[in-house]
């Protein structure tokens, strides 16, 4: 439940606050990477967490002081995710202003920071929490993100002045890491919860495009959109043109939560599209074919240069009164051509659209597309189902059958997508034709865009999305090639699967562990203390790699990572990864590097080359048997450099060469021999070698195992 104290009295320390500090106004307006780690918490402006007051109680008690804070340091205060021992005015509001805030000296300095009498403190003595509020000592710890970002204290507090010792600042960061713990699992949690509801609303819009599918699919769509992800969205559908011609009239849906809401948005549409100088992104997305996000939105941001001083202050109440925070449009297209766009919007400038929200955005737009795309077909296919030349030039397959349900046109492309001539089709029963549409044609959704069937062709099985409608006595059906987007739906199954099965295993843990830590039932000894809290942060540091090597390969595949091209040293990026490997430990495994790879430098990018030799070497590590060795080796080539990871493993079957570099790929489990990982280590190796200008391939090693080998430039002396 939201907590609504905080918009309310701001408390004692409203007239006697102090100006801020320069580190106070630093904080205040804070780096943007932390803040937004702070707010992935969700624990902002709720109610305190029983699991985390749990955790202050504990210290407390451990301590022997009044006070314990979780305390999160955002923008401009600090707000207690879990607290116990304040003040009742403050437990009520769980937040205090910079002024009144030693927790934040914790992220400033990036470091724990202990005082035992405030008084003294030439920092501490003239805060509000002091001068105000009494604090007598003080230890906080730094709560930190598994990337690294600080957000905020664990502390401890007394009334009195007292001497904290080492075991006093022990326990403190022991509980503090079970707090770490506690905050990132709740988040896990929180956005496992958030792609359900989007994976909800994606099943949701495809549902009213299919129910509407003939009519109506812009409001539809709309209102599935909005309040669901955004505050209000705006969806527009360029028609086909009446008359044939070149005017295409926008069929235009607004969504919003209500019809008060709804009449501001409308005034905003109207006002916005008669101003000359209005920056749409709805109509820069659909005119450019590419997606528009602005994050913050401003004036500036909206508005053309030389048209701020014409807007007036009507246009701005109208725009202030909508609410534009942040937008995100996507276009609408197929086959190269504009169908419109949607925009969604939300009001609050601090709350924009997530990565994860915005491959909802490109799906929900691709679905919208396909469907206008085979409304417009259909109706086209209907029209001019008699015109040989379209149907001819067409590149979805058609087929119209007679009253007796004989074939009467077979398209070439129809020929293409199911290897059957239309000699051997023509005139027969569509039965014996195509028996998988016969099939099909008696189920209500054949007539919408809902129906994929299954054909057997001579290339292999292609999956076929079917458009039907009547003809006069007959039928006319539209057949669409969908095989690749079946075969993407399907690694992106596969890639939940996978992804979820890698990550239950560390989340169980770092829970376990968590829970463990937090129970008062039980006495734990330093020793068994240690080895729960090592547990979390092995099994936090496993998740941060899965995450990184997900979140890469995404960049990889839709070309947003780049590289930096530079000369790199090969022995020193060798020997840095295998001394990193030997610390971390890789059993009775060893890696060697040839001295045919001493000297040679590389004109690469110094990070992605540690991360494809370091995925090529753990490869190698995984599928060796334990006393084998792994070898290195590099030789000048035509091309550049060749490096090749020669280890005496499994092996890779020559017929698997190719595609154990596509994404989530695996051998047989029996041959793999149940290693572990996300199947995505050697398709990041591809893509960064591309990037780098190289080459990858797969050679046998003698007298058993694999030889991976890359070739990269050689950078000029």
């Given at each position: 439940?939201?907590n609504?104290?905080?918009?309310?009295?701001?408390g004692?320390?409203?007239?006697?606050?102090?100006?801020l500090?320069?580190?106070?106004?630093?904080?205040?307006?804070?780096?943007?990477a932390?803040?937004?780690?702070v707010?992935?918490?969700?624990?902002?402006?709720?109610?305190?967490?029983?699991?985390?007051?749990?955790?202050?109680?504990?210290?407390?008690?451990?301590?022997?002081?009044?006070?314990?804070?979780?305390?999160?340091?955002?923008?401009?205060?600090?707000?207690?995710?879990?607290?116990?021992g304040?003040?009742?005015?403050?437990?009520?509001?769980?937040?205090?202003?910079f002024?009144?805030?030693?927790?934040?000296?914790?992220?400033?300095?990036?470091?724990?920071?202990?005082?035992?009498?405030?008084?003294?403190?030439?920092?501490?003595?003239?805060?509000?929490?002091?001068?105000?509020?009494?604090?007598?000592?003080?230890?906080?710890?730094?709560?930190?993100?598994?990337?690294?970002?600080?957000?905020?204290?664990?502390?401890?507090?007394?009334?009195?002045?007292?001497?904290?010792?080492?075991?006093?600042?022990?326990?403190?960061?022991?509980?503090?890491?079970?707090?770490?713990?506690?905050?990132?699992?709740r988040?896990?949690?929180?956005?496992?919860?958030?792609?359900?509801?989007?994976?909800r609303l994606?099943?949701?819009?495809?549902?009213?495009?299919?129910?509407?599918?003939?009519?109506?699919?812009?409001?539809?769509v709309?209102?599935?959109?909005?309040?669901?992800?955004?505050?209000?969205?705006?969806?527009?559908?360029?028609?086909?043109?009446?008359?044939?011609?070149?005017?295409?009239?926008?069929?235009?849906?607004?969504?919003?939560?209500?019809?008060?809401?709804?009449?501001?948005?409308?005034?905003?549409?109207?006002?916005?599209?008669?101003?000359?100088?209005?920056?749409?992104?709805?109509?820069?997305?659909?005119?450019?074919?590419?997606?528009?996000?602005?994050?913050?939105?401003?004036?500036?941001?909206?508005?053309?240069?030389?048209?701020?001083?014409?807007v007036?202050?009507?246009?701005?109440?109208?725009?202030?009164?909508?609410?534009?925070?942040?937008?995100?449009?996507?276009?609408?297209?197929?086959?190269?051509?504009?169908?419109?766009?949607?925009?969604?919007?939300?009001?609050?400038?601090?709350?924009?659209?997530?990565?994860?929200?915005?491959?909802?955005?490109?799906?929900?737009?691709?679905?919208?597309?396909?469907?206008?795309?085979?409304?417009?077909?259909?109706?086209?296919?209907?029209?001019?189902?008699?015109?040989?030349q379209?149907?001819?030039?067409?590149?979805?397959?058609?087929?119209?059958?007679?009253?007796?349900?004989?074939?009467?046109?077979?398209?070439?492309?129809?020929?293409?997508?199911?290897?059957r001539?239309?000699?051997?089709?023509?005139?027969?029963?569509?039965?014996?034709?195509?028996?998988?549409?016969?099939?099909?044609?008696?189920?209500?959704?054949?007539?919408?865009?809902?129906?994929?069937?299954?054909?057997?062709?001579?290339?292999?099985?292609?999956?076929?999305?079917?458009?039907?409608?009547?003809?006069?006595?007959?039928?006319?059906?539209?057949?669409?090639?969908?095989?690749?987007?079946?075969l993407?739906e399907?690694?992106?199954?596969?890639?939940v699967?996978?992804?979820?099965?890698?990550?239950?295993?560390?989340?169980?843990?770092?829970?376990?562990?968590?829970?463990?830590?937090?129970?008062d039932?039980?006495?734990?000894?330093?020793?068994?203390?240690?080895?729960?809290?090592?547990?979390?942060?092995?099994?936090g540091?496993?998740?941060?790699?899965?995450?990184?090597?997900?979140?890469?390969?995404?960049?990889?595949?839709?070309?947003?990572?780049?590289?930096?091209?530079?000369?790199?040293?090969?022995?020193?990026?060798?020997d840095?990864?295998?001394?990193?490997?030997?610390?971390?430990?890789?059993?009775e495994?060893?890696?060697?590097?040839?001295?045919s790879?001493?000297?040679?430098?590389?004109?690469?990018?110094?990070?992605?080359?540690?991360?494809?030799?370091?995925?090529?070497?753990?490869?190698?590590?995984?599928?060796?048997?334990p006393?084998?060795?792994?070898?290195?080796e590099?030789?000048?080539?035509?091309?550049?450099?060749?490096?090749?990871?020669?280890?005496?493993?499994?092996?890779?079957?020559?017929?698997?060469?190719?595609?154990?570099?596509?994404?989530?790929?695996?051998?047989?489990?029996?041959?793999?021999?149940?290693?572990g990982?996300?199947?995505?280590?050697?398709?990041?190796?591809?893509?960064?070698?591309?990037?780098?200008?190289?080459?990858?391939?797969?050679?046998?090693?003698?007298?058993?195992?694999?030889?991976?080998?890359?070739?990269?430039?050689v950078a000029?002396?």
């Amino acid at each position: 439940m939201v907590n609504p104290r905080h918009d309310s009295n701001p408390g004692p320390w409203s007239a006697e606050s102090s100006a801020l500090d320069s580190s106070v106004a630093l904080a205040r307006t804070g780096d943007q990477a932390r803040l937004a780690a702070v707010r992935r918490t969700a624990l902002l402006n709720q109610e305190s967490t029983p699991a985390l007051d749990r955790l202050a109680r504990l210290a407390a008690r451990m301590l022997g002081t009044p006070v314990s804070l979780v305390s999160l340091i955002d923008e401009d205060r600090q707000y207690f995710a879990g607290h116990t021992g304040l003040p009742e005015q403050i437990a009520q509001e769980q937040q205090t202003p910079f002024t009144h805030s030693l927790c934040r000296y914790v992220v400033l300095d990036q470091a724990p920071v202990v005082i035992n009498d405030t008084h003294t403190d030439a920092r501490a003595s003239s805060n509000g929490a002091v001068t105000d509020l009494a604090v007598g000592a003080y230890a906080g710890v730094p709560i930190t993100s598994p990337d690294g970002q600080l957000l905020g204290s664990f502390c401890a507090i007394d009334w009195q002045p007292r001497e904290w010792s080492v075991d006093d600042l022990a326990t403190l960061e022991d509980i503090g890491a079970a707090v770490a713990a506690e905050i990132e699992s709740r988040a896990l949690l929180i956005e496992r919860d958030q792609e359900h509801a989007r994976l909800r609303l994606l099943v949701a819009v495809g549902s009213a495009i299919t129910a509407n599918y003939q009519d109506g699919l812009a409001p539809a769509v709309a209102a599935e959109l909005a309040p669901a992800a955004c505050d209000w969205c705006i969806v527009e559908i360029a028609e086909p043109a009446a008359d044939g011609g070149s005017t295409r009239p926008l069929s235009v849906a607004i969504g919003a939560p209500d019809d008060d809401a709804r009449t501001r948005v409308e005034r905003l549409h109207e006002a916005a599209r008669s101003f000359p100088g209005w920056r749409s992104p709805t109509i820069l997305a659909s005119d450019s074919g590419l997606p528009v996000y602005i994050e913050h939105a401003t004036l500036e941001k909206l508005v053309e240069p030389e048209h701020r001083a014409d807007v007036t202050p009507e246009l701005l109440e109208i725009i202030h009164a909508a609410g534009i925070g942040s937008v995100s449009s996507f276009p609408l297209r197929a086959h190269g051509e504009p169908l419109g766009a949607i925009t969604l919007v939300r009001a609050d400038p601090s709350i924009g659209f997530s990565d994860e929200e915005r491959i909802l955005h490109a799906a929900v737009a691709r679905q919208l597309s396909l469907a206008i795309d085979a409304a417009q077909l259909g109706a086209e296919v209907l029209q001019r189902a008699n015109a040989a030349q379209v149907i001819e030039r067409i590149s979805d397959g058609v087929v119209l059958l007679d009253d007796d349900a004989r074939v009467a046109v077979w398209n070439p492309s129809l020929a293409r997508i199911t290897g059957r001539d239309a000699d051997e089709a023509m005139g027969r029963p569509i039965e014996e034709a195509l028996p998988e549409l016969a099939a099909a044609m008696g189920e209500p959704a054949i007539a919408g865009s809902g129906r994929i069937l299954r054909i057997a062709a001579p290339g292999g099985i292609r999956w076929v999305a079917v458009t039907g409608a009547s003809a006069g006595d007959g039928a006319v059906f539209a057949l669409r090639d969908v095989t690749s987007e079946h075969l993407l739906e399907r690694t992106r199954d596969e890639m939940v699967a996978t992804v979820s099965h890698q990550l239950r295993t560390p989340v169980t843990s770092v829970l376990a562990a968590a829970q463990t830590l937090q129970r008062d039932d039980i006495e734990l000894d330093d020793a068994t203390r240690d080895l729960l809290i090592d547990t979390i942060a092995q099994q936090g540091h496993r998740l941060e790699e899965l995450c990184d090597e997900v979140l890469l390969a995404y960049r990889l595949e839709n070309g947003v990572h780049s590289v930096r091209l530079e000369p790199v040293e090969l022995d020193v990026v060798l020997d840095e990864l295998i001394t990193s490997m030997d610390v971390l430990g890789t059993g009775e495994r060893h890696a060697t590097v040839d001295a045919s790879a001493r000297g040679l430098r590389l004109f690469a990018d110094d990070h992605a080359m540690r991360q494809v030799m370091g995925n090529l070497l753990d490869n190698a590590f995984k599928y060796s048997p334990p006393g084998s060795e792994v070898r290195v080796e590099a030789r000048p080539v035509d091309e550049g450099i060749e490096v090749a990871v020669v280890d005496a493993g499994i092996g890779i079957p020559h017929e698997h060469h190719d595609a154990v570099f596509e994404r989530f790929h695996r051998l047989d489990p029996d041959m793999s021999r149940g290693v572990g990982g996300a199947g995505l280590g050697l398709f990041v190796v591809r893509e960064l070698v591309h990037l780098m200008n190289g080459e990858v391939r797969i050679e046998p090693a003698e007298p058993f195992g694999t030889r991976m080998v890359i070739t990269l430039p050689v950078a000029e002396r």
